[in-house]
Structures are given as C-alpha cells and as structure tokens.
C-alpha cells in the first residue's frame, strides 16, 4: 500500500498530469478538425511543411504558366483566324482575275470589287491584335523586333532546387502579311512584289495588294500580265495556308501543353493533401475518445482530491 501524504498528493499530481496532456491532445484534434490540416504549421511537423510550402509556391507558378499559356493561345488564334479569313479573300481575288481574263468582260468593274477586297484584307490584318500583339501586320525595322515568339509553357524544379521556365516558339516569319518596313527583301505574303511566276522580288514586280487591272485590254501582252496577277495571287493563297497550318501546329501544341499542365498541377495538389491534410474521418473518430477520456480524467482528478480528506477520518 502506498504512503498517504497530506504535502503531497502524488494521486493526484498523476491525475491532472493525464488531464493535462488529454486536454492537450484534444486541443490539437479540434485544431485539426477546423482548420482540415494535420501540418498547419512548421511545429507540426517541419519537413512535411517545408515541402508542402515548396510545393504550393510551385503550383501558384503553375497557375501564372497556364495564364501565360491562354495569353499565347489567345494571340495564335487571333493570327490563325486573321490569315484564314485573308485565304478566302486571296481565293475570291483570284477568281475575280480569272474570270478577267475572259474577253471583252468590263474589268474596270472587276477591279472596283477586287479594291475592296484589298482593303478588307488591310482591315483584318492591322486588327489582328490581342493584347498588344500582331503577328501578321508587322514593322520588322522597329528595334527589337524578332520575328520567333515565346510562350511560356512551364516551371520546374529539379532535385538539387534549381529552377526553370520552359517556352514554346513560334516562327511567325512565314505568317506576316503585311510588313511595314521599307528595308530590302522586308516585306509580307501580300505586300512583297511578286514577278509573272508569282515569286517575290526585289525590285519590278506587283504585289497582291496593288494589283490592278481595270487598265488591262484584250491584248495578248496585258493578257500576260493578268495571268502574271493570277500566279501572284495564287502563289500568295499557297503562302497563308502553310502559315495557317504552321500557325494550327502551334495551337495543338499549346492545347497539348494546357492539358499537360492542368494535370500537373491536379497531382501536385494531391501530394500536398497526402502530407498536410488530416483525415477527418480518423480526427472525428478521435476527437470521441478523447472527449470521454477528458471526462473520465476529471472524475479521476476529482477521486484523487478526495483521498486527503479521507485521512481527516483517521484522526476522529
């Protein structure tokens, strides 16, 4: 049997020693339970805090790249858009010179609908802006101007820390229509002279934008220059679409790296919540137990308070 003491009361010293510790247990089990996290802090538990910090700032740089991405998007659709609507222009152009070519047709007329055309294709090519951004209405003697963009595509981390961010270039030199510059050989699909096979030259040639045929007679040398007009067009009309199918490979792979990065950020995510978050399930569970243990420690506590009086029965 163990000694009473009425200085000390070791029964009750262990007692409020359980208390206290079930209190403290409880105290992190309603924490966790409120705030949903197991690490909510670096006192919980410092390397899962430390990565799961390192992993949310990541994925917040995730989240800028897969902006950056829809910016990039945004600015490749306006000048896929702007140079599918100039083909089909191009195309009308050039069955207007076609059907020119017949004799005896009122070309002066031809050609008012074909100046109209010219200035349509114009519209749409200085329009073809987002944010800031025109790919096919260009000035390439502005300084700094380079004709391959980048999109940011990615951030990484490797094992040692070190970071970086990945690009996606485009090459936009075969998608300008227009090009402001009055440099030698500057010039785009639509304003560079073009001979009567339909390439571009320096000097002596029409572009597609200064055709003009409304002079042109039955003659067999104007006949020559109107099917010269027609390779131009037609050459120019081969030239957009293989911009616009450059221009297509370059959406695919901005498509394909969104998709990428939205998964990746999905798994990040989920690798954060495997370390810091806390499974309410377990804490509901544990937060019952220590609910009747706290109870049963007071009623405990309130037993071991009682043995000194019970010595005061000793001494009547």
Known sequence: MGMSSINTNISAMTALQSLQQTSKDLLTTQNRISTGLKVAS???????????????????????????????KGTVDVAYNAINQSISLVGQIKDKLV???????DRSKIQSEISQLQDQLKGIA?????????????????????STKTIVSSFSRTSSG?????TISVDTSASVLFDASTASGAGGILDSQRDSTGAIVSTGGTSVMNI????LTDSSADQGT????????????????????????????IDLQTDFVSSLMDTISTGISQLV???????????????????????????????????????R
């Open 162 to 166: 070190t970071v970086s961010v990945g």
């Open 42 to 72: 670096a006192s919980d538990n410092a390397a899962y805090w430390s990565i799961a910090t390192t992993m949310k700032s990541d994925n917040d740089a995730l989240s800028t790249v897969q902006d950056a991405l829809g910016l990039g």
């Open 126 to 146: 200085d329009t073809a802006s987002f944010s800031g951004e025109n790919w096919v209405s260009v000035d390439s003697s502005v300084t700094g101007y380079s």
């Open 212 to 215: 003009d045929i409304s002079s």
């Open 99 to 105: 059907a020119a070519a017949a004799p005896g047709v």
């Open 277 to 315: 978050d806390a499974d309410m399930n377990e804490e509901s569970t544990k937060l019952q137990a220590l609910q009747v243990k706290q109870q049963l420690g007071v009623q405990a506590l309130s037993i071991a308070n009682q043995s000194s009086q019970n010595i005061l029965s000793l001494f």
């Open 226 to 253: 109107l099917n010269g007009y027609i390779a131009a067009a037609d050459s120019a009309f081969q030239e957009m679409t293989k911009a616009a199918t450059n221009l297509g490979s370059a959406q695919q792979r």
